[in-house]
């Protein structure tokens, strides 16, 4: 079972590899004239192909619950914060798959410098920082997230900052809530039990159910940071524990 989860990961990672030069190449060459909203509609093109291809390749199937708790396309300027938890890449390709406004991605600058999809990305209306000037990266996260967010662009931030192990207990970090209160806008808690088929740091995919589940909002009104980071953390952590009992085991 393991040779063949290995051998259709790397069957996987190769289709990823060439779809992304043409689709990433296009996206360059397109934005020298398209706006940025159309071209991120582009780049979602490449992100239903890759969580298409773990679904055919892999066996990665996933479920999604609460879509009724965001706001629909018709809600133009109805912006909210988005709070996943962060067990995978998987679900960096396909949050944005299954949101129906532009997601505007927090992350750290040295992912522009990967060939061809750190370019493509590079050419979004996305906020990159440079996370070893902290105060410098935070003033740019409240000024250019207030900016998208009044467009209707919903900011994506994950509240753990980096991807985490199935089943650890995490602390939560501050900023997405921190830019959720400065900026006034409600933050959506998201549960994702991703790793149980695409574990961090790691190039095996295994067949599976990705669960997605997603909270309510909640409205920072009266909350500071920490408390409203506590909030997100006690709604995430109890629901992937509901969906992924056996991590916790």
């Not at 991605?105 to 440079?130: C, N, Q, S, T």
């Not at 003033?139 to 994506?156: E, S």
């Not at 980096?162 to 089943?167: D, E």
């Not at 009104?221 to 991590?247: F, K, S």
Request: glycine letters at 6%; hydrophobic letters at 50%.
């Amino acid at each position: 079972m393991i040779l063949l989860d290995a051998l259709r990961s790397l069957i996987y990672l190769t289709w990823l590899t060439v779809t992304v030069v043409p689709w990433a190449t296009a996206v360059v060459l397109l934005s020298i004239f398209m706006k940025p909203t159309p071209l991120y509609w582009v780049c979602v093109g490449w992100l239903r192909a890759a969580v298409w291809g773990a679904r055919v390749i892999c066996g990665v199937r996933h479920r999604v619950m609460g879509l009724e708790h965001l706001p629909t396309a018709a809600d133009a300027r109805a912006a909210v914060l988005l709070a996943p938890k962060h067990q995978s890449t998987w679900e960096t390709f396909a949050l944005p798959t299954l949101m129906s406004h532009p997601l505007c991605y927090v992350f750290k600058r040295e992912l522009l410098f990967i060939p061809f999809f750190g370019w493509a990305i590079g050419r979004l209306d996305m906020i990159h920082i440079d996370r070893s000037k902290r105060a410098e990266a935070w003033a740019k996260v409240a000024q250019q997230g207030r900016r998208l967010m009044a467009q209707g662009n919903w900011v994506i931030m994950f509240p753990e900052g980096t991807r985490t192990r199935r089943g650890a207990d995490t602390a939560y970090k501050a900023g997405a809530a921190r830019l959720a209160v400065v900026t006034d806008t409600p933050i959506v808690p998201i549960a994702v039990t991703s790793g149980r088929c695409w574990p961090r740091r790691s190039f095996l995919l295994h067949p599976g159910v990705i669960d997605v589940s997603i909270g309510p909002p909640i409205l920072p009104h009266g909350r500071d940071p920490e408390t409203l980071t506590r909030e997100v953390q006690t709604w995430i952590e109890a629901e992937t524990r509901r969906l992924d009992a056996d991590a916790y085991l």
